[in-house]
């Protein structure tokens, strides 16, 4: 069983940065994609940003110019760099890895931005 560990959230003020990283206990075999997801309260759960391996990044048009998807296969890691914070980014953030047959998520990080 996979599990992956998240990291890096917290609380900033609007403008600030946080930088999330997630790790897999292991190597994943066929590993498609990773991503990041959220959840504010009251809402439902939303594609931030994720990269397919041999393929473009991809992200919400909330995160573009503000966030940055990267990953290190070696250290079966992604991160998300965020900067630029906004209020509205308040949300618990989850990481996903996903393979044919397959999906992983983390147990999500909270990221609460203060005006």
Same mark, same amino acid.
């Given at each position: ?10 609380? +900033?003020? *609007?403008?600030?940065?946080? &930088?999330?990283?997630?790790? %897999? ?23 931030? *940003? ?7 990044? &991809?992200?919400?048009?909330? %995160? ?5 998807? /990267? ?5 079966? /890691? ?11 980014? /308040? %949300? +618990? ?17 909270? +990221?609460?931005?203060?005006?």
């Amino acid at each position: 069983q996979v599990q992956l560990v998240e990291s890096g959230g917290g609380l +900033v003020q *609007a403008g600030g940065s946080l &930088r999330l990283s997630c790790a %897999a206990s292991r190597s994943i075999y066929s590993l498609r994609a990773m991503g990041w997801y959220r959840q504010a309260p009251g809402k439902q759960r939303e594609l931030v *940003a994720d990269i397919t391996l041999g393929g473009p990044k &991809r992200y919400a048009d909330s %995160a573009k110019g503000r966030f940055t998807i /990267t990953r290190d296969n070696a250290k079966n /890691t992604v991160y998300l760099q965020m900067n630029s914070l906004k209020p509205e980014d /308040t %949300a +618990v953030y989850y990481c996903n890895f996903r393979g044919i047959g397959y999906e992983y998520w983390g147990q999500g990080t909270q +990221v609460t931005v203060s005006s």
